[in-house]
Each structure stands twice: as C-alpha cells, then as structure tokens.
Nanobody, 124 residues
C-alpha cells in the first residue's frame, strides 16, 4: 500500500522548534520531489517548502525563509522539515506530498500522493 505518513507535530510555545517527518511506505521516494504544505483553519492550503528528488534544489515560502529547513534522507525513505523560531501564525496542519522529480513551486498542482497531516500548534 502506497502511503505517506507525517509525524513530529505538536504544541509548542513561540520560539520553539519541531522536526516534522514525512515517511513513505510501499514505494521509494528517490524519484520524487516532496512538498510541504500547511493549512490553517479557514485558510487555503499553502506551500511551505519543497525539495526536488536529488535534493539539489529547495524552495521556501517567504514567511518561513531562514526558519524552516527541508532535507531528505533517501536511505531512510524520509523527508524532514526542521522548523525553528516558531510563531503563532505557523499554527496549521502540515502535509507532505509527492511529485515526480521536480517541485512545482509554489503551486499545489501536480502532487500525486498526500499524507494525512500533522498538527502544529504554537502558543504565544
């Protein structure tokens, strides 16, 4: 069964850090770009970051540049999103999704498989 599973979310205070993981089962991630997206209540899903299949190109939303870092470990079939200096406005459900080879930044289009999401809640 092809599946993406996000983990690592939680409730933290502003200024804190979390590391989100996106693990694949049933297939290997090495041919896929992985995008991280988030959706806050009442808002549209937005792109946060993306890494292409080789790991050689990364993208970040302006709102997270300098605070979030995306990386991948193909040997572990996992992509990570390190999120530092969290702000209350980062509160959202965070999703990862796959797209063959290259990111389609910052669009949500073209991403095939989506995980179920992991909740990040930041209190002030």
């Amino acid at each position: 069964q092809v599946q993406l599973v996000e983990s690592g979310g939680g409730s933290v205070q502003a200024g804190g850090s979390l590391r989100l993981s996106c693990a694949a089962s049933g297939f290997t991630l090495d041919k896929y770009a992985i995008g991280w997206f988030r959706q806050a209540p009442g808002k549209e899903r937005e792109g946060v970051s993306c890494i292409n299949s080789s790991g050689g190109r990364t993208y970040y939303a302006d709102s997270v540049k300098g605070r979030f870092t995306i990386s991948r470990d193909n040997a572990k079939n996992t992509v990570y999103l390190q999120i530092n200096s969290l702000k209350p406005e980062d509160t959202a459900v965070y999703y990862c999704a796959t797209k063959l080879f290259v990111c389609n930044w910052p669009s949500r289009r073209g991403y095939d498989s989506w995980g179920q999401g992991t909740q990040v809640t930041v209190s002030s």
